[in-house]
């Protein structure tokens, strides 16, 4: 094969080569309907977890209200002395508030008392109160009940304005009737000038 030849055959290989070029990747492009696909998806997940930590708080708290109806219960005892409504009960979680001497004004820390109470009583809306006022034995028994009936009163209408209807509300006096201390000094004195509160009805 001549010099002429040869280079025809070289030009025909260079213009095969150029002509077949590298072989080019396949790219794989993500269809846009797949997309959509998957947020759907992706959606309905999360909407379905949202739904499962409303349902377990729903759950846990229903559980912390049950516990706290127990504890409530259990609290109950029935009052040995029947009031004049017949058996009425007692509960260790309603606390008692304090009078100064011949004064029916709450003061400033039993007011956190009464908002104690009325909290718990705002859970349980068909419990009937009573709320008792009690004095200690110094002046005579028909001032000692006016100021009772004051001071029994005066708790009421607080309890009143932390939400409490009035249906659930009644008062009532002893006087110095009832003494929770039966000593004759300071000391028994200042725990007899109470408001009391009874349970009525569950």
Known sequence: MGKKGLAVLVLILCVGLLLTGCPKKTV???????????????????AAKLEAEKELAR?????AKKATEKEFEKSLV??????????VFESR???DIHFDFDKYD????DTEILKENAALLMKYPKVKIQVEGHCDERGTSEYNLALGERRANAAKKYLLSLGISTDRISSISYGEEKPLDAGHNEE??????R????????
């Open 78 to 87: 029935a009052k040995k002395e029947p009031g004049i409504a017949g058996e």
């Open 106 to 109: 709450i003061r400033p820390g």
């Open 93 to 95: 979680l309603l606390k």
């Open 59 to 63: 759950i846990r708290e229903e559980e």
């Open 28 to 46: 794989m492009k993500e269809e846009p309907s797949m997309r959509k696909a998957e947020e759907p998806v992706a959606e309905r997940e999360k």
């Open 195 to 202: 408001g009391h509160i009874v349970i009525l009805s569950k």
């Open 188 to 193: 028994a004195w200042s725990k007899n000038r």
